[in-house]
């Protein structure tokens, strides 16, 4: 080594990527091993929007109407007219809600704090 080469740097590993899952750079290929893994059954997916679908049509027709919940620790609420609920099901907003701490004019109830639900139609 002369003095004039310039100093040697340490070695440095190369990442090697995977390649691309296809040329066309549009996913990975839904019949590979895993595509297959993860999603679910026909029969399974059928299954669930029809149950998701009776779900919000009775939401949807139980607007307006009176409801109870009953909440953990044995709280039961009441309200006069249940108003909507998110997609998800997660928050439920209802008018006159009767506590045991007094009335509320507009409440909203998380679904997690829900153990059950009853409409009076």
Same mark, same amino acid.
């Not at 895993?34 to 997916?45: E, F, G, N």
């Not at 009441?78 to 998110?86: I, T």
């Given at each position: 080594?002369?003095?004039?080469?310039?100093?040697?740097?340490?070695?440095?590993?190369?990442? !090697?990527?995977?390649?691309?899952?296809?040329?066309?750079?549009?996913?990975?290929?839904?019949?590979?091993?895993?595509?297959?893994?993860?999603?679910?059954?026909?029969?399974?997916?059928?299954?669930?929007?029809?149950?998701?679908?009776?779900?919000?049509?009775?939401?949807?027709?139980?607007?307006?109407?009176?409801?109870?919940?009953?909440?953990?620790?044995?709280?039961?609420?009441?309200?006069? !007219?249940?108003?909507?609920?998110?997609?998800?099901?997660?928050?439920?907003?209802?008018?006159?809600?009767?506590?045991?701490?007094?009335?509320?004019?507009?409440?909203?109830?998380?679904?997690?704090?829900?153990?059950?639900?009853?409409?009076?139609?």
């Amino acid at each position: 080594m002369k003095e004039t080469d310039p100093p040697l740097l340490p070695l440095v590993p190369v990442l !090697r990527l995977p390649l691309p899952p296809s040329t066309s750079g549009r996913g990975f290929d839904p019949s590979s091993p895993r595509a297959l893994a993860l999603s679910p059954p026909a029969v399974q997916q059928r299954t669930r929007a029809s149950l998701r679908q009776s779900f919000l049509r009775s939401v949807l027709s139980s607007a307006g109407h009176p409801v109870t919940f009953t909440l953990y620790q044995r709280v039961t609420v009441a309200a006069q !007219r249940f108003n909507v609920c998110d997609i998800e099901g997660l928050n439920f907003q209802v008018s006159n809600l009767q506590t045991p701490l007094g009335v509320q004019k507009e409440a909203l109830l998380r679904g997690p704090d829900i153990i059950s639900y009853s409409f009076h139609l």
